[in-house]
Every structure is written in C-alpha cells, then in structure tokens.
C-alpha cells in the first residue's frame, strides 16, 4: 500500500508528485501512456499567464498570478528553459481599445504586476510584423514562454529521484473507496492508496465522479496549431494576443523556447477525449485569424501542425483540494489554460494538504534534480570541443537540423525516465523536432533505441501502444504478387 | 579552440556533386583538397536508390545508385583525394573558415582557400503540407523509407498510399510492391507527375498501380499506427478538394513524396543568397555564389533529374574553385556589372541567375523548370529583349529539367544586360 497516489502524468500530476516527495510519503504515480506529458501538456500554447485574463476571485485568477511569481525558481532549479518574453494583448481596432483598459482593470485587481497600456507607436516599435490594423495593446511584462514537456519530465525524473514510483502505461479502469482506503484497478492490478490525487486531465470527471457525490463535467477543447522553423523565431519577441473571447484567450502567435513560431490555437469542443487531430476547417481558421496579427505568414515554412485537448470543467474553474464528501481524496481538476502556469501554486498547495491530512512531515534530505547537460546546440564552439573530447559520441551528430550528437540521444535513453519511444527520445533530446520532422534522424534513433533497451526496430513504437514505426523485416514478407491487369481498370480512378 | 588548419579547397558533403568536384579538382592540378561527408562511407544518398537507371550520360551505361557512386569513389581513392567521413559541418562563415565535429577528429576549423557546397537536399516533410489528421505511426517521406528498405531490410507498412509522384515516390511504389507490400495508389495534387516519364512507366504502369493525377489526401486516420486516408480530386486550377469526391482508403502507411528541398542551413551561415524558386544559393556561369570563394553545385543548388547532370555540373564547380584559388580577381575581378539572367514566360528556376563579366566560356550552360506540361514547345532566349536563340522540344514537363546552352558569340556579353528564357508553344 501506497501513502499517496496520484492519477496523470501531466504537468500538474507531476508537479503533485515532485512536492509530494518533500514529505515522509510513499508516493505512486500512474500515468496512462507510454510517457509523461503525452496529453495537454505537450500540446498546448506553452505560454506563462500574466493573469490579466482569469475572473478575479477565481482560483484560476489566485493561482495564475502566484505560479507565474514562482515560475522562474522553478524552472532555474530544474534547468529548463523559461523567458519572460512579455505578452501583448493587442487591439485591431479603435473599438477594441477601452476592451484593453478593461483587461488592464482586471488584471490590476488580481494582482498581476507589470501592466501598462501601450500605443500603436510603442507597439510598432517593439514588434515591427505586428499587422498594419493594430491600434495599440496591453503590455504584460510577467509574461513568458516555457517548454511544458521539458518541463514535465524534469519534475517527474526529480519525483523519481526522491522516492516516487513512476507506473508508466499504467491506465486507471476503475477507483473504488474501500475500508478507507482508495482501490485504482489498472490492467497490471490493483494499485491501494491512503490518499489519491485526481490529476486525470480530460478524464478527471470520471475519476471523481466515482467517488464524490459533488460531481462535474469535463469537455475537451480541442486546439489545433501549426508551427513554423525556426528560421522565424525572431518574428516576434513577446507572445501577441488578440481580444480574448468566451472560449478562450483566441488565436495567438508566439515564439518558443526553442525559437520556434506557434500559431494557435481554436477551440472546439468535442466528445472523444482522446481525438486531438487536425482539421482543414480549424487550420484554416489559424491561419485567418492569425492573419491579423501577421499578415505575412511565412506559410511555406510550416514544419508541423498539431492538436491538443484543453479539459473545460462545466464549472468553468479549477477544482482544487479535498472533496468535501471523500476524505483524502484530492482533485487538481478541470486544469485549462492557465494550468500550466498555475502549476507550482497548485502543486505545492495541494501536496501540503495531502500532507496534513496524512500527518507527513517533510524528509531531511530532498535529492537534486536529474540536470542534462547543456545542449550541443547552444554550445560555443569551445565547449564542444571539450565535450567531444570527453566522449567522441559528441562528435556524431544524429539530427543534423537540431544538431543533436549520438551522445545526447543515449542520454535521454539512459537517463532517469529515460525515453523508450521515438516521440520520448524527441522530447529529451530534440531529435526530429525540426525542419526535417525526422525524416532523416529517425533510422538513427531507433538503431540507437533498439540497441540501449534490447527491442527488435520492429518492435518501436512513435509514442506507445499500437503506434509502432515498422511493420516487420524484410525476411518476414511474403513473395510479391502484383496486381493483374483486370483489377487495374476497377482500381483506376476516373 | 584548435589550431586551425589552411586548407585551399574544402568540399561538403561527399555524395556526387561532392566527389565529382573533387575529382575535377584534382585534376586540373589541385593538390590542397578535402571532402568533408557526415555518412560513415562516400556516396551520399546514391547508396540507398539500389535500383538501375544511372550513369547513361557520365558512362554510357546503366548502374544501380551505388555502383554509379562508387566509379565516383574510386576514382578518389585513386587518386588520394583526403575525405573525412563521419564528419558534420556546423558552420561556414562569410570569409570561409569551416567548423566541422567528428568522432574521431574531434572539433575542427579549417580555413578554406575556397569552399565548395554540395550539401544536397531532404524531402519536405508532412508538417510542410499541413495535411490534416492525426500525428499517427505510418507517415513517412519515401527516402525514410527506402533507407529502411535497402540499406537496413526493414519493412515500413504492408498497405501503402504514396502522395506526390516525385522520382523516389516511383521508385519507392516499385520497391514496396517488389519486396511484397501492396501499393494502393499514388496520389499526385498536380494534372501530371513531377518525376519522370520513364519512372511513371517503369514503376507504376508497369505494376497496375494507379496513377491519380489532380487528386490529394485530405485526412489521416488512426490514433496509434495509420488505419486509412481519404482523398479526393482537386480542381485543376484551384488545387482545391471538390466536394463529394472523397474516398476513404485503408492503409497502414502513407510515403510522402511531396517535394525536395535544397539543404541550405550551411549557405545561410556563410551568408549565401538563395534563390526563392529554386531554393538555392544565387549563383553565376562559374557556380559562383554571392560570397566570394563559395561555390554551389548539385542538389544544394536546384534540385536536379539525373546523377549525371549532377555529376557534369559539379566538375564544372571544380574547376572554377580551382580557378579562384590560383587567380581571385580571375571570376570578379572586372567590376563590371553583371548580366542578369531571368525566368520568361513558363520558365521558373533558371540557374545560373547571373552572368559575371568577362565571359569567358564558349556557351553558357542554362538550366530550368518549365511551369507546366507543353506539347510542341519552343525554347526561346531574349537578350535584351532581341531573340538570340531558339529551339524546338517535342514535349516539356516540369518533372524533367530543361537545358539550353546558349553560344555566346550570338550575342555582345561586353554590352548585354539581360538575359530571358521563354517557354512557347509553337503556332
């Protein structure tokens, strides 16, 4: 029997997790997919809230301006990136100015530092692409970038490191309160907890509605981006919002981490939990709409396009802490946007109260975070010459657009949390996230996968599951048998 | 840092157009040369395309890709032009100094006398399209795949869509149905294929696998590996899907062989101009880009048909890097204005873009793309707007690249200022 378990491995189930591990508890986190952050949190606008948006009095709103404080602690003690590079709301025409001040209004009343009104002039200045309607904006200076993937495994290795169990591929079919206890059955038995914490994303209804009388609804909203080379990383230095409507914070356009361009998201809600394709229909409308804030979409460089599901809760709030009715049973539900910056609020809030209701008190001892080295890509010259000299497999580069060496890529293969997928590798090391999207590092890396955990190529997958890469080996097909001629005028189209 | 070394010619990448520079190189008497290649062996991406087919022009008879690289090779062997395999360039800067990281060699610098890009190309990716559906196990580009099917005996899918109808998206229907897959159809955006005539030919009708021309996929299905695809026909002119002619297609793989880009990461850092048609550096009669010393030829230039207008053209960039290193102001020297050269009417990715003066060759080798399909055409060349040449061509596609050497006695190079290529059917 566990002390805790936590449901998800997304960013805020791994964030639980990692504070979790401060405290004298036996921790286990089961996470559905193959890896950590495979759901919303790979697949959203990775943006650092301000707070201006969220209703004052909400814990979105509370949450939001205290995570956003904690973000760059956070992000320097695991050694991911982060930039504040600013937000922008900006108004596309006079009548959309007196909606900034009202933002500016809400964002002063939660709490949120750094806010001006800027002109079209200050506006121009600072982001020369920006459309020729733009009037004028909120400045946001809190604002930033973080990479949420990164970020994800970092706290999850760290939550290892500490003591945590880490059950991937682990789904949760069912959760029962038995004798006090909480009973999450999964396909490799049932797992036995003190305490349980709903970190289910999209699926957080249904853990909690098996347990609480207080029940409520999770839609996914699905948000569909494209993404374009790096080559137009510098188009724009902060993230440029247009007006914020019901469903959301609308289509924006911002730089990432890794000097990437997104542009995104829609929002569309949806019934299947797990359906985060693209569409024509929602791609044409990013790039409509985006189209106001940068009328020369370089959309010859696209280099990806992808979807992610935004868990709306019917209560249009985060759900947070105890449920009133199932002691010792914790959600950190209905997690949308702002989510992730809300992140290091929520989850240190919610592991002391766990903590409480266990009467844990903290460990002496709180290992350090697994640190990667510096990436060869944002080396000197020098300091790769060090590192080759060091270990040759420095001097083999693997993804020629990202400039990844073999040494990297055994790395995130052999590290705590190590990657057992192709995607898993892509998050650790950057293999494949290029222009090239893979096409010629992914023989490599499944050479590479293949060899470190003993698996036939054949037996890869992209992200889990069915998804694998290669259907067999050439020794395994059957002798060919081309078509005969008859069938070829049945078959030919018109 | 290391100390660096002084080198008068360096050569990326050592696939064809590499290793045909080099041998040219050397033999008009270049004896500072090395070829840097990021592969384990030479060869480039000859070794994977195990199918016949090239060498008719360069060795009047027909080699599969790797016997046809290593005439190439050997002939550097032979020769003992130095090559450093396993070897990635990181950067090149404007006055030519080469940093490159190896396993075994470590980080280098080099300072080049002069530096040849023969980088090639990639294949556009699924992102490039836009293509909507899910991010599915199953997609690929063709090259991915041949490289698993030839070089590693790896199968990527049994049921097969190839979208595009580039060379390797033929050769590739072919392969797939050889080793025993079933290729369901290739599926091409545009009313004709962009390979070549004899690849449509040879690998598709040869195997009854249907050829869709003005069709495309519109949707990708399958949550972990592909289970299908729809497509649908496109109008012509629009390339736009026409509603009602959707058809699901169930499949496990979908081969991409939607374009090739130019691989020009290096050439930006060393501050080449490219061209936005042919996606490659500027360049004059001598491979010449903007920078001086810095040749381009091959696929990092413009994508080409055949190895052998490769290998042709890359011997001529050996010679002119030659060329420089003995005598610099020999190719710039003269502080005349260049002749700009231009793409007319139905002409797109004329190479070279300009011609630097004096002009000393005999003729001057144009080559491009004309923009659609013509029956009974005409080549026409326009200096300054006067007709100086014309030539007559049964058919043209933009899946095979046209060439015109154009005389220059037929026109003043001292005096000309532009140049224009027409594509025209004829009256």
Known sequence: MFDVTVIGGGVIGAAIARELARYRLSVVLLERKSDVAEGTTKANSAIIHAGYDAKPGSQKARTNVLGNAMFEDWCAELDVPFRRNTSLVVAFSDADLPGLADLMARGDENGVPGLSLI?????????????????????????????????????????????????????????????????????????????????????????????????????????????????????????????????????????????????????????????????????????????????????????????????HCDRNDFILGEAADVPGFFNAAGIESPGLTAAPAIAAELAGQVADRLNAGKKDTFNPPYLARKPFRLMSHAEREAAVAADPAYGRIICRCE??????????????????????????????????????????????????????QTELTKFGGASRILSGTLGEMAEPQPRAAQERTGETHA | MPETRKIDLVIIGGGPAGLAAAVAAWDGGCRSLLILERDVRLGGILQQCIHNGFGLHVFHEELTGPE????????????????????????????????????????????????????????????????????????????????????????????????????????????????????????????????????????????????????????????????????????????????????????????????????????????????????????????????????????????????????????????????????????????LEPIRVRDGKGVRGIVPQQITRPVQLPKLHLTFRPDAVYKQATIRVEVDGETVLRQKRLIMTPGEMAVVDLPTGRFDPASAREIAVHVEVNA
């Open chain 1, 119 to 311: 002109d079209e002039a200050e506006l121009r200045r600072r982001e020369p692409n920006i459309g020729p309607k733009a009037r004028g904006a909120l400045l946001a200076e809190t604002g930033g970038i973080c990479c949420p993937y990164e970020l994800t495994i970092s706290l999850a290795t760290h939550a290892l490191l500490n003591g945590v169990e880490i059950r991937l591929n682990t789904p949760v079919t069912g959760v029962s309160r038995e004798n006090g206890t909480f009973v999450c059955q999964t396909p490799q038995g049932p797992v036995v907890s003190r305490a349980l914490v709903n970190a289910a994303g999209v699926y957080a209804d249904t853990i909690n509605n098996q347990l609480s009388e207080d029940t409520f609804t999770i839609t996914a909203r699905r948000g569909e981006y494209v993404m374009l080379d790096k080559r137009f990383g510098p188009a724009f230095k902060a993230t440029i919002f247009q007006m914020p409507t019901p469903m959301g914070k609308g289509v924006l356009i911002t730089p990432t981490v890794e000097d990437t361009v997104i542009l995104g998201p829609t929002a569309e809600d949806i019934e299947d939990k797990d359906d985060v394709r693209t569409t024509a229909a929602g791609l044409e409308q990013v790039l409509r709409v985006a189209a106001l804030s940068w009328p020369q979409i370089p959309t010859r460089h696209f280099i990806t396009a992808f979807a992610g599901l935004r868990a």
């Open chain 1, 403 to 456: 400039s990844v060496p073999e040494a990297e890529i055994l790395e995130a293969i052999r590290r705590p949390l190590g990657a057992t997928t192709l995607d898993g590798v892509k998050r650790r090391a950057r293999a494949g996230m290029g222009r090239c999207q893979g096409g010629f590092c992914a023989p490599r890396v499944l050479e590479l996968l293949s060899r470190e955990l003993g698996v036939p």
């Open chain 2, 68 to 335: 046809y690289a290593d005439r190439y090779i050997r002939q550097v062997q032979e020769r003992g032009i130095p090559f450093q395999c396993d070897t990635m360039v990181l950067d090149v800067s404007p006055q030519r100094l080469v940093t490159a990281v190896s396993p075994a060699h470590g980080l280098v610098q080099i300072q080049a006398g002069a530096v040849i890009l023969a980088m090639g190309c990639r294949e556009r990716p699924r992102g490039a399209l836009a293509i909507p559906g899910t991010n599915c196990a199953g997609i690929m580009t063709t090259g991915t795949a041949q490289r698993l099917v030839n070089l590693e005996s790896l199968v990527p899918g049994k049921r097969i869509v190839i979208l595009g109808s580039g060379d390797i998206g033929l050769i590739m229907a072919r392969r797939m149905t050889c080793i025993g897959a079933e290729v369901l159809a290739c599926v091409e955006l545009m009313p004709f294929s962009s390979g070549l005539t004899r690849n449509v030919v040879q690998c598709l009708h040869d195997y009854n696998i249907p050829l869709l021309l003005s069709h495309t996929v519109i949707a990708i299905e399958g949550r972990e590996r592909l289970t299908g695809v729809t497509i649908a026909e496109v109008d012509p002119a629009t390339r736009k899907p026409i509603p009602g002619t959707e058809e699901k297609i169930a499949c496990d793989t979908l081969l991409l062989s939607v374009g090739l880009i130019p691989e020009n990461e290096l050439s930006r850092s060393a501050g080449v101009s490219l061209s936005e048609v042919t996606q490659g550096p500027l360049v004059d009669q001598n491979l010449l880009t903007d920078v001086p010393g810095v040749f381009a030829c091959g696929n990092v230039l413009h994508v080409h048909d055949l190895v052998d207008e490769v290998s042709e053209e890359s011997a001529r960039a050996g010679l002119a890097a030659l060329a420089w290193i003995r005598e610099p102001a020999s190719q710039t020297g003269s502080g």
